[in-house]
């Protein structure tokens, strides 16, 4: 999944950082692991309800959240690999499976697949139904908390959104032709996100995995409705489960965020990055996102008293726009928003499916940079199936 950072040319201090022993080195582990081992003990020491709401926010959104992130990349990517999976190539044959197989990289959780399919278009080897059906299908990082909340309606919106883009796309290419807008694309040869350097060290990686693995056990506890806190508590210890995934979300945080303060605690995905640096990299960026996400709403509430259901229930019948509007915004963050206030039952299911279609995620952002005519006008056309079926479903299902 490309991940656009801002990185500095790669110099001596790059490779001091990966460097067994250096003191880049020692300084990107202290950098990444002290937020972290601060975050630990404060909560074992604070005596406050609002840090009781800021590290339960935390540890929800690794156990519930990015744990079964990190275990779908490992299939993904895994996949991939074994495969010898060319999604590329598959783009480049101008048939009428061409859309379908645009929507499909689209839908895949995350925004890996819909970003590829942006660049293929700006490189004159995709249709412009082609890039409609992939940003209606994509969810961006949204299907990941959707998933791991609700696995049925998580994977009937990748259904959904497939469906709905592959048709789309069939649809602008039979009205406008597979070369509209073609002008509007300048950079011809641009690719999204390439040649990222890998800067993190080995045994960062290893400490997150060791995180990981107990996390994950936790996790498929937790999805069980079982109260983990109380099945692995001590007298040492009474919240264990809590304390693990405070660890993880404060360790993600800290790595994907040190590169904004010149440390390389994390690098962004690139095309020559392992299976495992590939996933902890990722997994990281959309960690950041569900963890601002369940902050958002949990602070809101604690702060300003608000009932969040009962302001939407007062406009019940904007809601779902509301969501297809959010959908317009760039980036994973909104979405993340949308879907966890779906998930608290503060919006209806309608408002969902709205976004679902609407939303681009992080795609929307190198669609912009390359060919900004053809984004905003993918993503209007990606509304209208999207208002149909969210005030259809509304009308008639809700």
């Known amino acids: 999944m490309n991940r656009d950072t801002e990185q500095a040319p790669a110099g001596p201090a790059d490779v001091a950082t990966v460097r067994p022993g250096g003191g880049a080195h020692a300084i990107t582990l202290a950098s990444t692991l002290i937020p972290a081992i601060l975050a630990a003990v404060l909560m074992l020491t604070a005596d406050s309800e609002l840090l009781d709401i800021i590290f339960a926010s935390i540890a929800d959104a690794y156990l519930q959240v990015s744990t079964f992130v990190a275990a779908t990349f490992l299939i993904i990517y895994g996949l991939e690999r074994a495969l010898n999976i060319d999604a590329t190539a598959m783009l480049r044959r101008d048939t009428i499976w061409q859309v379908p197989v645009a929507a499909g990289l689209g839908a895949l959780p995350g925004c890996g697949g819909a970003i590829i399919v942006v660049t293929q278009y700006v490189t004159g080897r995709l249709s412009f139904g082609g890039v409609v059906a992939a940003l209606t299908a994509t969810m961006g990082d949204a299907a990941f908390l959707l998933i791991a909340q609700e696995p049925l309606t998580g994977l009937a919106m990748v259904v959904l959104g497939f469906t709905v883009g592959t048709l789309s796309g069939w649809v602008i290419n039979a009205i406008h032709g597979g070369d509209f807008l073609r002008g509007s694309a300048t950079k011809p040869d641009a690719e999204v996100g390439a040649g990222h350097d890998d800067a993190s060290t080995p045994l960062l990686d290893r400490i997150w995995l060791a995180i990981l693995a107990p996390g994950m056990v936790l996790a498929g506890l937790v999805a069980f ?28 945080l800290s790595m994907r965020l040190a590169p904004r303060f010149g440390v390389k605690g994390d690098a962004a995905f690139s095309a020559d990055g392992g299976l495992v640096r590939r996933t902890i990299s990722d997994t990281n960026f959309v960690t950041v996102w569900v963890i601002f996400a369940y902050l958002v709403f949990e602070l809101s509430v604690y702060f300003l008293g608000l009932d969040l259901k009962t302001i939407f229930d007062g406009w019940a019948l904007f809601t779902p726009m509301i969501a297809i509007l959010l959908g317009f915004l760039p980036g994973c963050g909104p979405q993340v928003l949308v879907t966890t206030m779906y998930l608290s039952g503060i919006i209806p299911l309608s408002a969902q499916i709205g976004n679902a279609l609407s939303n681009d995620g992080d795609a929307l952002f190198p669609a912009i940079a390359i060919a900004p005519k053809v984004a905003i006008v993918a993503t209007l056309y990606s509304a209208v199936p999207a208002i149909i079926l969210a005030y259809g479903w509304m009308f008639w299902m809700e």
């Open 225 to 252: 409705q079982f109260d983990v806190d109380e099945m692995f508590a001590t007298d040492m210890l009474q919240q264990p489960a809590t304390l693990l995934g405070v660890v993880g979300g404060v360790l993600a």
